[in-house]
T-cell receptor, first 114, second 112 residues
Framework: DVKVTQSSRYLVKRTGEKVFLECVQD?????MFWYRQDPGLGLRLIYF???????EKGDIPEGYSVSREKKERFSLILESASTNQTSMYLC?????????????FGSGTQLSVL | QKEVEQNSGPLSVPEGAIASLNCTYS??????FFWYRQYSGKSPELIMF????GDKEDGRFTAQLNKASQYVSLLIRDSQPSDSATYLC????????????FGQGTELSVKP
């Protein structure tokens, strides 16, 4: 079974802190994604990566950065956390494909910024 | 027009009934379609995918695809209270190497 592991299930941070969310997948997937999910707004893509050291902005990249130094690991960084970044963060991975491939999600990190 | 549209619901059906969830998409070139189920407080899990026109059945779930009408649906037969969840439709973004576009999701409630 594909496993996508997110480092924390719940996280509480203070405004202005630098926050790291880590994601590891064990299926040798080329693609990795970070989404946030808020009530009434659905899943919104923050960043994605289709290869090591490669990254692409999603729909809402402002206030975030990412790092992919190894194929299995994709990190989301909140440079200076703000209260409007309180959300559920979901990491996902998939194989590369021209027609679309199944996404596998981690269990999510519920981040609260106080 | 949104790229992937679903009725937000909630859709309420009695236990044992057929639940019908619908999704329309705007990109005529889309070739694969995915249905995810998400329980409250949990992450989405893939339950069905379909590539070809017609029906695809897996247990109590049937995905139906009509590319001419740009329409994909999910039928759940013999609905159970445990099927109560939000169902997300997803379609690949054109030429963006694996990125999926998700609909807003339809909340399904199955009443005992």
């Amino acid at each position: 079974d594909v496993k996508v592991t997110q480092s924390s299930r719940y996280l509480v941070k203070r405004t202005g802190e630098k926050v790291f969310l880590e994601c590891v997948q064990d299926m040798d997937h080329e693609n990795m994604f970070w989404y946030r999910q808020d009530p009434g707004l659905g899943l919104r893509l923050i960043y994605f990566s289709y290869d090591v050291k490669m990254k692409e902005k999603g729909d809402i990249p402002e206030g975030y950065s990412v790092s992919r130094e190894k194929k299995e690991r994709f990190s989301l960084i909140l440079e200076s956390a703000s209260t409007n970044q309180t959300s559920m963060y979901l990491c996902a991975s998939s194989f590369a494909s021209t027609v679309g491939e199944k996404l596998f999600f981690g269990s999510g990190t519920q981040l609260s910024v106080l | 027009q949104k790229e992937v549209e679903q009725n937000s619901g909630p859709l309420s059906v009695p236990e044992g009934a057929i639940a019908s969830l619908n999704c329309t998409y705007s990109d005529r070139g889309s070739q694969s379609f995915f249905w995810y189920r998400q329980y409250s407080g949990k992450s989405p899990e893939l339950i069905m995918f379909i590539y070809s026109n017609g029906d695809k059945e897996d247990g109590r779930f049937t995905a139906q695809l009509n590319k001419a009408s740009q329409y994909v649906s999910l039928l759940i037969r013999d609905s159970q209270p445990s099927d109560s969840a939000t169902y997300l439709c997803a379609v690949p973004a054109y030429n963006q190497g694996g990125k999926l576009i998700f609909g807003q999701g339809t909340e399904l409630s199955v009443k005992p």
